[in-house]
Structures are given as structure tokens and as C-alpha cells.
């Protein structure tokens, strides 16, 4: 099939790339012009296992082509995903200026047949319908500028009655395993009033549904869910704030854990063992971030006010989560007293391990409050200190190494389960650092084997 993805970003280039790995005509429309021409050089922009792979097989293959130009894009696919960003605004709504640009851009080249359009990105609920409007004010734009061509005789454009649907696909992929997790998704979310729009969807989706591309190929076939199209943006929304909350929670059993004795990761290995609670998103620690958790429980948050309700639990998930932040800070002025002409080194500086994105990371909230308070902070991140990446880094020095890092701290904090963190060598670390203190933000790391190097080792909930 012929497909159209609008935003190349960590979910739209992952999209573009495995619908063209499992054989569809992909074009990818970005804007940014830099970006496209590294993509055409067949080149990621971002960090992700296993995509440059898939980006150049599909290239080879010219089953994947990178333009800028949208009109290109929209006359190509007959299945156009929107994938621009949709991030927070301060108020924690949902900034929809690019699905905006998007959809009338969308409108506004339409030419003949049938198209279905379908948001990828995380949307508030009703934005299909708005998309919808948004794509005929397009339209009613182009035709006005078509009859007034008419009007001084220039040459037309044969624009002919175009028809399209709206679908709502979002989007569950994880960074740092977004290639795996396209072609083993554990559903896939349909939302639209067209009949004609959820059977080429379908079609699309065909060889993904039945694990042809999948790592157990012997699994049954991917669940689909169909539903309506505000349904679908609900689930996404839900799906988010049910993990954030899950870790929020973890981390409120954790602190109580720190007061009353217990050790969280006993704890939840006993309560995920209950069938209905199970295992995942129950790691305790300095608390969720990236670009989608905050966002869109924010969201959430905004649009049920918008209806009259106020939504407790969710407030209650962000809170705890900023708290769980600044509790790392805490724990190091408890280990170190004063702070001020202090050396703190941060493991880790993305929001987890393999991916580059530091999109709302919580080491970005410590370098804040740790510098505010005078320490100097250090950082090594196994991608940032290589990529030479600094957007969105001040106030800490990026290091080459883990023992470029431990020189001269007084303590290590453990911020990104990096695996490779597991295999430093912490005697080293220890030997070039002022006072051997780590505190380990994921609990990630060998508590016997660092305390038996002479480190104070202090642990959330445990
Ligand atoms: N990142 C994730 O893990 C993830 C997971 C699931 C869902 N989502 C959702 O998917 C959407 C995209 O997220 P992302 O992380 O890929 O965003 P991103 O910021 O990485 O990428 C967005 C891309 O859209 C491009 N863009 C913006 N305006 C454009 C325009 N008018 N025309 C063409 N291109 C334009 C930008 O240049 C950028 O490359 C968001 O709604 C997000 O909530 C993200």
C-alpha cells in the first residue's frame, strides 16, 4: 500500500520504516529540512536499536523515500498518518498547533480519490472529528483559491471531489525499543466510524497482526481493537496514565518503606505475583519522565476539568513523582550535609537507557535543584557524552567516561538503568572520588558488591 507518514520524529520514522520493512511505499514528509536530508542519506536522526538497520534495508529496497515537500506526500499515500509532536503547554494541556498546521495542509491537497487519514499522535479526545473540520476548512480554502483562479483565467489545478475518513491509531511503542515493539505490539488500536477505513486499515496492518515480522512468529495473531474514534484516543490516554500511575504508587509504598523498614523490591516482587496486579512498571525510584507520561497525564488532567471533573488520582500521580525527584536531592544532603562546593556525578542523563531522548528527564530536574543549591554537577551518559549533544544540558559537565566522571565527587547518583552501568568498575570509581557515596535512583545496581568496595550505598525504599 501507498502511506504517507507527516512527522518523522521517534514515532514517525519508526512507523515509516517498519511499514516499509514489511513491504509498503512509504514516504516520510518532515519539515525540518536538516533532518530530511540526513534521513535521505540514510541516516537516523535519532538513537534507536535496530532502525538504522530497517532505514537502510528500506532504502536499498526504495520502499522508503524523505521529503519536505507535504503536497508530494499527500498525492502519494493513500493511507497519511499524522505524527507531529503534540507537546505540553504550561497550562499541561496539549499543544496542537503542528496537528493543526497538519490537517489543513492535508485539506488544503487533497486532489481526487479516497484517502484515510489517521492520527498517530497522541491527540485530545475529539480531536478526530476536529481533524476532520480541520482538513475541509483546507479544502473550502483550496477550492476558494481555485475559483478565484478561475475568476482571472489562470491554468487549474484539476482538483476533483477528494473523499476521505479519519482513523485514530495511537501509538504504544517504547523508546529504546520502539523497532521491536512495532512489530510485536500487544494490540492494535482502531478507532473510526468508516467501515471502509478500519478494512484498509486492516490491510495495512495485515502482516504486523499476524507476527510475520514478530520475534515469536507462533504467537495468535495480535489482538485488534475497533472502536469508536474518541474511545481510541481515551485508550491512549488511559494506557499512559495507568503506567505513571503504577509507578507513582510504587514509589509512595517505596518511601514508606524508607520510614518504617521493608524493602520495595520485595515488596513488589510480592505483589506482582498476584495475577492481577503483575510484575511491570513496579520498579521504584526517582520517578518516570520522558516526553509522553507527563504530557499526557497533564493532558488528561486538562481536558476532564474542561468537562467539570477534577481528577484526583492523577494529580496525585504528577505530584508524587515531582516529589520523587527532588527526593534524590534529599537522600544526598542526608549523606553529605551541605551541598554547596560539592561534586555530585549523575550516571545516566536520558529518561531511560537506549534511547538519546531527554525530553522531561529527571536528571534534567536534578541538575536544577543540585545547582541552585552549589554543587557542581558532573554527568556521563553512554549516548549523550558520544553524540556531542548538548540542547537542553546547562549548569553540568558532560564527561567521556565513568571514571572521568567519579574524579573528584563526593558522590555518584545512579539516574538512567543503563545496562552498561552494571559493568563499571566501581573500584576504580572509588579510588578517584572524594567520599564514596552512591545513591542508586533505580535500584539497579549490586548493593553487597558496592558496599564491600567501601561505598555508603543508599537505595530508594530498600
Ligand atoms: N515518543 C514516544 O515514545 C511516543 C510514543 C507514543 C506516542 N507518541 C506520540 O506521537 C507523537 C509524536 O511524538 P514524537 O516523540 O515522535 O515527536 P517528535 O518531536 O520526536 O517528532 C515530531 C516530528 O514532527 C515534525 N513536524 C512538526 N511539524 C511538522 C509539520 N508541520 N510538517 C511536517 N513535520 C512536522 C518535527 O520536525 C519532528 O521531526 C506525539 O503526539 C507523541 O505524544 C510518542
Redesign the pocket.
Known sequence: MKVCV?????????TGACLAHVGHEVIC????EA?VKLMQSGQS??HEPGLPEILQTAIANHKILFS?N?AEGINHGEVIFI?????ALTDGQ?DTR??E??AK?IGANLKSGYKVIVN????PIGSGDWVRMLILDGMAENSDSIKSDQENNLELNPGLNPEFDIVSN??????GS?VHDTFNPDRIVLGSSSAKAIELMQNLYSSIRDRQFASDPNLAPVPVVVTDLNSAEMI?YAANAFLAVKISFINEIANICDRVGGDVKEVASGIGLDSRIGQKFLNAGIGWG???FG??VSALIHTAADYGYQTEILKACINVNTQQRLLIVEKLQQALKILKGKTIGLLGLTFKPDTD?L?DAPALTLIDQLSRLGAKVKAYDPIVSQSGMRDGLSNVSVETDAERLADGCDALVLVTEWQQFRELDYGKMSSLMNQNVIIDGRNFLDREALEALGYKYVGIGC
Open positions: 507527516i512527522g518523522t520524529g521517534y514515532v514517525g520514522l519508526v514528509i518532515d519539515n525540518n533532518k536522526p535519532i519536505t507535504l505524527a507531529v509532536g503534540t507537546p496539549s503542528y496537528v498546521a497538519v495542509g498517530k499522535s497522541t491527540v495511537p501509538e504504544f511503542l517504547r523508546e520502539a491512549k520522558g516526553s509522553c504530557k499526557d531522548d525530553r
